[in-house]
T-cell receptor, first 116, second 111 residues
Framework: DAGVIQSPRHEVTEMGQEVTLRCKPI?????LFWYRQTMMRGLELLIY????????DSGMPEDRFSAKMPNASFSTLKIQPSEPRDSAVYFC??????????????FGEGSRLTVL | GDSVTQMEGPVTLSEEAFLTINCTYT??????LFWYVQYPGEGLQLLLK?????DKGSNKGFEATYRKETTSFHLEKGSVQVSDSAVYFC??????????FGTGTRLKVLA
């Protein structure tokens, strides 16, 4: 079975450029999460969706960040304009809900972003 | 607020040594507890979990017991291998799909 698929794996861009990261969740999963990982702050939840609807975006650092999920099999995280402090590894994860207990999160391999 | 505290690394061990990585948590309710592992260049993957007090999660020789009285979920393995070298994350969730991860503990196992 295919896992969570992210692209690109690596992105190097210059400050001020637009960056779009992509994610394909596991088929049938109804939750999708975007995380950011840095040495300084560890793993931070940016936003999550349930059935394609954004539920909590309180972790999005500022208006330069936006995320969409136009359908159940695709999500994007966009940074416009990008800044050097956005350099990090961005992970997408998906899960299947069951009752009141949270399920396992399935992570993609991440997109390593470097903003020069 | 809800939080997870795990021991700082790196932890360096010789092959076949005993491993303990400490994890304690603070939560307002009754969380589910998890250990995730991240191998170099990869995303996190679930190692084990426990959903209620006194539950023991186990996988690949790793174990952790949900201790409500000490609010702990320490990860243990009796004999580590070089292939266990990775970063280990303790995490909790209160059923809201908003996981809280610890900062991660890097383990390096030497042959």
């Amino acid at each position: 079975d295919a896992g969570v698929i992210q692209s690109p794996r690596h992105e190097v861009t210059e400050m001020g450029q637009e960056v779009t990261l992509r994610c394909k969740p596991i088929s049938g999963h109804d939750y999708l999460f975007w995380y950011r990982q840095t040495m300084m702050r560890g793993l931070e939840l940016l936003i999550y969706f349930n059935n394609n609807v954004p539920i909590d975006d309180s972790g999005m650092p500022e208006d330069r960040f936006s995320a969409k999920m136009p359908n159940a099999s695709f999500s994007t995280l966009k940074i416009q304009p990008s800044e050097p402090r956005d350099s990090a590894v961005y992970f997408c994860a998906s899960s299947l809900s069951f009752g009141l207990n949270t399920g396992e999160l399935f992570f993609g391999e991440g997109s390593r972003l470097t903003v020069l | 607020g809800d939080s997870v505290t795990q021991m700082e690394g790196p932890v360096t061990l010789s092959e076949e040594a005993f491993l303990t990585i400490n994890c304690t948590y603070t939560a307002t309710g009754y969380p589910s507890l998890f250990w995730y592992v991240q191998y170099p260049g990869e995303g996190l993957q679930l190692l084990l979990k426990a959903t209620k007090a006194d539950d023991k999660g186990s996988n690949k020789g790793f174990e952790a017991t949900y201790r409500k009285e000490t609010t702990s979920f320490h990860l243990e393995k009796g004999s580590v291998q070089v292939s266990d070298s990775a970063v280990y994350f303790c995490a909790l969730s209160l059923g809201t799909y908003k996981y809280i991860f610890g900062t991660g503990t890097r383990l390096k196992v030497l042959a």
